[in-house]
């Protein structure tokens, strides 16, 4: 008696997970049209006579705002490994600088490929300085013993 039970619970529930499994693909399908649609409106909605000046000091202030409470909420066990990140990310960065440095041309861009190359190098400098002092917190530091007076 308890094995048909059984058996009609298993029934019921595997009936249940492929009833999930169907609406699951089918907000899967939707949610792709939806991201397809707007793709495809993504350049009328970009280009509709906006500033760009307005708009991209919008995606700064945001993405300041993200970043500061992206940080602020990461666990202190995870903060060296987050420097080390930062820190790689600044190194693509100084990559993207001597880019736009390169050219032998002075220009306006090249003026800010300098100025980008020395913030990032900064950046990296005092990660590594942040990194290092919060990795020797986790050393075991030997305590000299105490010089007996005689």
Request: charged share 10%; proline share 3%.
């Amino acid at each position: 008696m308890d094995a048909a039970i059984f058996q009609d619970q298993m029934n019921a529930l595997t009936q249940q997970m492929t009833e999930l499994t169907q609406k699951m693909a089918q907000l899967s399908a939707d949610a792709s049209a939806q991201m397809s649609d707007l793709a495809h409106q993504a350049p009328t909605i970009i280009h509709s006579g906006g500033n760009f000046f307005i708009d991209a000091l919008t995606v700064l202030i945001l993405a300041g705002f993200v970043g500061y409470y992206v940080i602020w909420n990461v666990t202190p066990a995870l903060h060296a490994p987050l420097m080390g990140i930062t820190n790689a990310i600044s190194s693509v960065i100084i990559v993207g600088a001597l880019i736009a440095a390169g050219p032998a041309v002075s220009s306006f861009s090249k003026m800010l490929g300098f100025a980008a190359i020395v913030l990032a190098s900064i950046n990296i400098f005092g990660g590594f300085v942040v990194t290092n002092r919060m990795l020797e917190m986790f050393t075991n530091k030997k305590k000299k013993a105490p010089v007996s007076e005689k």
